[in-house]
């Protein structure tokens, strides 16, 4: 079946601007994490939402940073007034509940490029 | 709060090398724990996983053990191929606080033909 997948695949971006990313994770899975992954780095967790539950924001590097999801579907990842250190590969995830037991399907990423 | 240590790369073997990569945790609870693999311009996918002690994970050659005792899961290969090479997250999913997933910093290994 299809796996995660985002939107854009690529973008560059003039800092200052606002930036939307997206996510359509996989049919099902109630559970869905972004995160940061910098050049080199490991992930760096953004933010989580599991079923109509309140979102986990505690990774949200500033308030430029915001999540949406509707429902069980969609999500998008908005930065406002993008900086050159948000330049990194943005990842979203899937899993099929928030058991703790289940493990995480991941997209391809979106890489954003801040000049 | 939950962590993740991993050993720092990169680490290069040949190939038909054996392979560890330490990975120790702190938790509370009993989380779940996990191996990823990023292969060269691939995301990420689960490698294997263990969800109680002493549970030993495998797939595709590689291994690691849910070790309590010592909070530690590390990867093992007995014999690496250039195939192998890739970059490896150890990853800590807790029973409680809202299920956040933890990654360590990853592990690049170069494998030499």
């Known amino acids: 079946g299809a796996g995660v997948s985002q939107s854009p695949s690529n973008k560059v971006t003039e800092k200052g601007k606002d930036v939307e990313l997206r996510c359509d994770p996989i049919?099902?899975?109630?559970?869905l994490y972004w995160y940061r992954q910098r050049l080199g780095q490991g992930l760096e967790f953004l933010i989580y939402f599991q079923g109509n539950s309140a979102p986990d924001k505690s990774g949200l590097p500033s308030d430029r940073f915001s999540a949406e999801r509707t429902g069980e579907s969609v999500s998008t990842l908005t930065i406002q007034r993008t900086q050159q250190e948000d330049s990194a590969v943005y990842l979203c995830a899937s899993s099929l509940s928030g058991v703790h037991s289940y493990e995480q399907y991941f997209g391809p990423g979106t890489r954003l490029t801040v000049t | 709060g939950n962590s993740v240590t991993q050993m720092e790369g990169p680490v290069t073997l040949s190939e038909e090398a054996f392979l560890t990569i330490n990975c120790t945790y702190t938790a509370t609870g009993y989380p779940s724990l996990f191996w990823y693999v990023q292969y060269p311009g691939e995301g990420l996918q689960l490698l294997l996983k263990a969800t109680k002690a002493d549970d030993k994970g495998s797939n595709k050659g590689f291994e690691a053990t849910y070790r309590k005792e010592t909070t530690s899961f590390h990867l093992e290969k007995g014999s690496v191929q250039v195939s192998d090479s890739a970059v490896y997250f150890c990853?800590?999913?807790?029973?409680?606080?809202?299920?956040?997933?933890?990654f360590g910093a990853g592990t690049r290994l170069f494998v030499k033909a």
């Open positions: 990853a800590l999913r807790g029973d409680t606080g809202g299920f956040k997933t933890i």
């Open positions: 049919s099902g899975h109630t559970a």
